[in-house]
């Protein structure tokens, strides 16, 4: 079992740059493909990146391709999302995710969730 922390969030204007980052717990982080995703208010929650367990494969929703970067570092179970040029439509509570082994890359399915982050954008 893994545990998920989001941290980072916050308000920002339009044009700015947020940097999330995604704590994991355990000693198998490594095992785990991580995924970003964001719901908006009333909105359904979305994929927006994705990371193999080395970094090799890397994947994008096409809304947030060039403006944000995931990343991860494994010595310390985290992954990160950097997110630049932000947009008042990029508001909305941000997850990471983590699938364990999944048969598909990016995953369909994801095993754990964390609380979530509120990113705020300012227009």
């Known amino acids: 079992q893994v545990q998920l922390v989001e941290s980072g969030g916050g308000l920002v204007q339009a044009g700015g740059s947020l940097r999330l980052s995604c704590a994991a717990s355990?000693?198998?982080?490594?095992?785990?493909?991580m995924g970003w995703f964001r719901q908006a208010s009333a909105m359904e929650r979305e994929f927006v990146a994705a990371i193999s367990w080395s970094g090799g494969a890397i994947y994008y929703a096409r809304s947030v391709k060039v403006r944000f970067t995931i990343s991860r570092d494994n010595a310390k179970n985290t992954v990160y999302l950097q997110m630049n040029s932000l947009k008042p439509e990029d508001t909305a509570v941000y997850y990471c995710?983590?699938?364990?082994?999944?048969?598909?890359?990016?995953?369909?399915?994801?095993?754990?969730w964390g609380q979530g982050t509120q990113v705020t954008v300012s227009s």
């Open positions: 995710a983590a699938a364990l082994y999944p048969p598909e890359l990016p995953p369909r399915e994801y095993d754990y």
């Open positions: 355990g000693r198998t982080f490594s095992s785990y493909v």
